[in-house]
Structures are given as C-alpha cells and as structure tokens.
C-alpha cells in the first residue's frame, strides 16, 4: 500500500508543529487531508487503527462468513481488534457499527452512495420537528457532484426522487441482476419509484480501482479493490503531496494554549508511550461516537463539562440508523449469494411526509442480496434445534439459498436530547481512557416509520412473487453515527459553525458526521464526505483570515 511505510511507526514530532492535525483517516478525514496537502499545508494525520491491506480480507476465502462473525465483525465489541476501543451499550437499543483504521468504517461499508434529499436540510420547515441544518441541499450540490467523482461512483442519473442533475456519474452502474430484475416486477406492479442504486463501487477500472467481479462481500472489506474506501482513493494522493499519516496513535486529548486556541493533541501509541503533536489547527473526523468521546476527554478549566461544549450539547442529540429488513424467497434460482452487497436498486417511495401514516418524514429502502449458507443458517443464528438443525436445515437452505432477496430499510431518527454519548463510569480501552457510553432509545415515531415500511416492504416482495417472507423490525447493526456535535449560526444551540468550525474554539473544527443536524433516511457517506470537502476547501480560501495557534 502506497505510504503505508511512512505511518506504521508512531513517531513523536516534539517541537516540529504542523499547519494542521486530523484526527481519524476515515473519508472525512481522508478528504480533508488531501484537499490541505494538495494547497501546501503542513498535514499530520493520526489514525488509531492501521492500514487495511486487501490480502487480509477474508472475502475470497472460504471462512469469508465465519470471519464476517468474529475478527470482521461490525461490532468492535465482538470485533476486540487491538485498535478498537469498546462502547458500553448497556443502556442502548441498538450497538454501534464502526471500524478504527485507515478507511475507517467505510472498510465495512456496503458503499452504497445516496445523497440526503433536499427536504432533510429543511426538517422544522416542512414539518415542524428537529431543526433546519445552516446550509441547503443546493449548496452542497456541486461537492456532492466533485466527490462522485474522486470516489468513482456508478450510478446513473435522473433519479426523478431528486431535482435535476447537471452531471453524470463518473461511471454506468453494472448490469441489473436477477435480482433487480426480479423486484422491479414487483414495484411496477405496484406503480411504486425505484431506480438504479448508486454505489462507491467501481463498474470497470476507474484510476486506482479494480472493477467489481461480484463477489457480494464488500461488508468486510473488498479483497478485489473495487469497493472505493479512502485508503486507496485519497490517502495515496494525499501523502505524496506531504501530509503524514500516523496509524497506532490513540488521540487521548486536545490541548488548548492560554489564548483558548487549539495548540495540538496528545496521543499514545502502541507502546502506552506518549506524545504531543503540535499543531495550528485542529480537525475532528472520528465519527459521532469518537468525537464526541474526544471532546469530552478534553475537558479543561475552561471548559469543564467537555471541550466547545458551552451548549452543552457535545454528544447530545446522538442519531443512529437502525436498519429493518424483509428478505423473501423466491421459486427461481436467482443467484443470489452475488455482490455488490450494496443498493442494487433503491426506492424512496415512502420517503417524504405524508401526515395520513400518523408519522413525520419516511425510509429509503435498497434492494440486497440474499447472501451465502451460513448467514442464512437459521441453526446458526440461534433458532430451535427442530427449526435450525437436521432436516428442517437442509429444508430452509434449498429455499433461501440463491432464491432470496432482501428490502434493507434504512428510517430516519430524529435528534432527542436523551439520546446521547457520555464517558462510561465502568468501561476502558486498552490505555485505560474511559470508553464511549451511549444511551440510546428508539422513538415512537421512528418504530412507526419503521412498522410501515416493513408491512410495504413485504407487500413489494408478494408483489414480486416471494412465497415466504422474513420481517427482522431491527437488525442488530446500528450503522451511521451522527448529531453529536451538531452544525448551526447559533452558538447557543450548536457546536459547530456552517463550515465546521467550533463556536468556542476558532482553531478547532470538526468534519465528521457529529455535525449532522438531522440524519435523514439515508446512507450518509456521500454527504460527510461532501461537507469534508466543502469545509476544507473554505479553509484554503480563508487561511490568511483564520486564527491558528502557530
């Protein structure tokens, strides 16, 4: 991997301050690294995780599903990688699903790449809950349209579920499956929206990346390098324009100088040793849960319940996604243990305020596939031994291998201030640093998004020709973590300023998903990813005009 010998060793930079410390080399921190180092500013990077060499993915082995359970498990908690630090659930509905190192949880991801609908940044306009975000849809277009490009996405234009497009997808999407084909008998029957999913997943060779040959295993990283994921995307860019990625390096605490600037961080690597790395700015890209953890690990006199925290609202407002399925089985062979594991077609139907269901805003749905024998097991997944094992296994097997196909449906949570992220009173990582806590319920009203979407979802299905179907109302995998240090103009009512810089620390940003206002009803890659490069690109353009620590 390109520079992966420039950050395997943690290395003390002592009184060698940089222009700028990023914190995370997931794809907000990716972006703006790159986007800094391209402009000639001097870019330290510390991930705590580690380069994600494709030969370790265990997608083209045949213990793939065994590994997707255990050491490539979404859960760091089941996951216990030496990069991981654990998050106390113990007061949550819902686990979290992130990974800690270079790509960050992108490596996991199923790269499905829809953008946010113009109604999401409009939430208290349109109906009366949560709050407008500072920015509209219009004007994170145009970096919505660049980072397609740098992510090689494939798509295809014209989804008539958003307004009209100037531009095309780097790349076509790939043949419709027999799947797709499948569900659209379904949806048309119906009169009901679908179109062609867009994936950060390569179609043909697109720069660094390797087409996808549809091995369906992109949820533990993709062996083939077609899946787009920071690593190979931008960090390689990235670095031979100067920045310096880190990995090993567990960020413990922000410094502040008695100006109140952000003076660099303080980290520990590998070894349990300590490290100060100065710096004149400071940028946060550790995902809702690392950031806000962060922010509150940095607590100081003068800020004592967490750094940039005088709203008080520095982990608060915490939105996940929890995800509901339908998976239907089918009489036809339809292949469908074949990638990509992503959206194959996706439908917003059901996406807008409609006030007759008895709920605000909606759910996109994405059509998956139906996957392999052992994610299918029944047996395995802790069923009766009558229902799991023995005949009744080789019976359920013949009619859900191949022949299944699943409605994913990703619902909206809307920010409360109960649900939050707070430092665990019993929990620690590997160093002895107070792991995340979340407290997590899911609303009424997302249980009744969800209950409407599952009862449309498997009528989609029956439309389609499903004989059997199954309903799971939440899957164990809290995807999408967000809210936690919110964007606004109101300092008293927001964390973060338009452009992601913190109201109470001018030198501190955060570019991360903390920053989300409301969190949709959609994958939100393609939008962190897209504010990363907008945020970062105003800090070129004003760098004269900024205050920094140096």
């Known amino acids: 991997m390109a ?29 703006t690294a790159r986007t800094l180092a391209k402009a000639g500013l001097k870019v330290v990077c510390l ?34 990688a030496l990069a991981d630090y654990p998050v106390d659930v113990s007061e949550s ?40 975000w500072p920015i509209s849809y219009e004007e994170l277009a145009p970096f919505y349209d660049r980072s397609e490009i740098d992510f090689g996405v494939s798509g295809l234009a014209g989804d008539p579920a958003y307004p009209p497009r100037e531009t095309h997808y780097p790349m076509p999407p790939p043949p419709l499956t027999k799947i797709a084909r499948k ?33 369906g295993v992109c949820t533990t990283g993709c062996p083939e390098g077609a899946k ?17 990625l880190i ?31 100065k710096a004149g700015m400071v940028i946060a890209c550790a995902n809702g849960i690392g950031t806000a953890r962060l922010l509150l690990l940095s607590r100081n006199g003068r800020f004592p319940n967490g750094l940039s925290n005088s709203s008080g609202l520095v982990g608060k407002r915490f939105m996940i996604h929890g995800m509901s399925v339908v998976i239907g089985s089918f009489k036809e062979e339809l292949e469908s243990w074949t990638g990509p594991n992503g959206q194959h077609l996706s439908s917003m139907q059901f996406y807008e305020t409609d006030a007759s269901r008895g709920f605000v805003r909606g759910a996109k749905w994405h059509l998956v596939p139906g996957g392999g024998p052992l994610g299918l097991h029944a047996g395995l997944a802790g069923a009766p031994f009558e229902y799991g094992w023995g005949a009744a296994m080789h019976r359920n097997t013949r009619q859900w291998l191949g022949r299944s196909m699943g ?72 995807a999408h973590l967000l ?13 973060v300023d338009r452009w992601g810089r913190s109201h109470d620390v001018p030198n501190l940003y955060i570019f991360d998903g903390s920053v989300f206002v409301t969190s949709g009803g959609v994958n939100p890659t393609a939008t962190i990813s897209a504010l990363a490069l907008r945020n970062a690109e105003h800090i070129v353009a004003e760098r004269r005009n900024l205050r920094t620590a140096a």
Request: with cysteine.
């Open 3 to 31: 520079g992966a010998e420039l950050s395997d060793q943690p290395n003390d930079a002592g009184g060698s301050g940089a222009d700028v410390v990023i914190i995370g080399a997931g794809p907000s921190g990716a972006v």
């Open 47 to 80: 991930e705590q995780g580690d380069w994600a060499a494709p030969e370790r993915f265990p997608g083209a082995r045949p213990e793939w599903e065994l590994a997707a359970e255990t050491r490539w498990h979404y859960n760091p908690n089941r996951r216990l």
């Open 93 to 132: 509905d819902i686990p979290a699903a992130m990974f800690n190192g270079v790509g960050g949880s992108a490596i996991l991801y199923s790269a499905a790449w829809p953008r946010l609908a113009p109604s999401d940044f409009r939430v208290r306009t349109l109906d009366g809950v949560a709050d407008d």
């Open 183 to 215: 569900a659209i008998v379904g949806l048309d029957k119906l009169g009901w929206h679908w179109w062609i999913g867009a994936n950060a997943i390569a179609s043909r060779k697109y720069e660094n990346l390797n087409p996808c040959v549809r091995l």
């Open 228 to 244: 787009a994921t920071v690593d190979i995307t931008h960090w390689p860019d990235a670095i031979a324009n100067g920045a310096r």
């Open 247 to 277: 990995t090993g390096a567990r960020v413990k605490q922000i410094t502040l100088n008695e100006a109140g600037l952000a003076d660099g961080v303080v980290y520990i690597d590998r070894g349990g040793a300590e490290h100060r790395q």
């Open 407 to 478: 409605w994913c449906i990703i619902y909206e949570d809307l920010p409360e201030e109960t649900n939050r992220i707070t430092l665990s009173d019993e929990l620690t990582d590997s160093d002895g640093l107070p792991a995340p806590k979340i407290h997590f319920r899911v609303g009424e009203n997302a249980r009744k998004i969800s209950n409407f979407h599952l009862d449309r979802a498997e009528e989609a299905l029956r439309a389609a020709g499903a004989l059997a179907t199954i309903r799971v109302p939440d899957t164990d995998m809290g």
């Open 483 to 495: 809210g936690t240090a919110r964007m606004g103009d109101d300092p008293a009512n927001s964390v």
